[in-house]
């Protein structure tokens, strides 16, 4: 299990921390896949919120699962990506690299939950 947070780290570190997560515990998984999704998740937690934010990944033979918790209760609205202004293509880009993704709200904000199954992971290969 890899369990960061805010207070005691910033995202690049925590992306370091997930190709070593990934590399020792999840060999299964692409790690190129699932380092896009943390810096997706991520920047939006920084850019969109307080800035608070605690990342919780499990890797198991059956599922990757990560959570990204932050402040907001505010759901990611997927939009059209905007190619000459920036912006818009973070949702469906975790849409597409991950199994599933969900969103739920909880009293302190909500949490992005992205899962990587072997079989889908080995498809996208």
């Known amino acids: 299990m890899l369990v960061l ?13 997930t190709v070593r997560f990934l ?4 060999p299964w998984a692409d790690v190129h896949d699932v380092l896009l999704v943390v810096s997706e998740l991520l920047g939006n937690a920084v850019r ?10 499990t890797c198991r033979r059956e599922s990757l699962v990560l959570e990204v918790h932050d402040s907001s209760t505010d759901r990611p609205i997927p939009r059209d990506g905007d ?6 293509f973070g949702w469906g880009i975790v849409e597409e690299l991950t199994s ?6 909880h009293a302190a904000g909500k949490a992005v939950r992205a899962v990587w199954h072997p079989a889908d992971a080995a498809t996208r290969a």
């Open 5 to 17: 947070d805010s207070a005691r780290t910033d995202t690049a570190r925590a992306r370091r921390a």
């Open 48 to 57: 969109h919120t307080d800035g608070d934010w605690l990342l919780h990944m």
């Open 100 to 105: 599933s993704v969900t969103v739920r709200p």
């Open 23 to 26: 590399r020792d515990r999840c």
């Open 83 to 88: 190619p000459v202004d920036g912006g818009g």
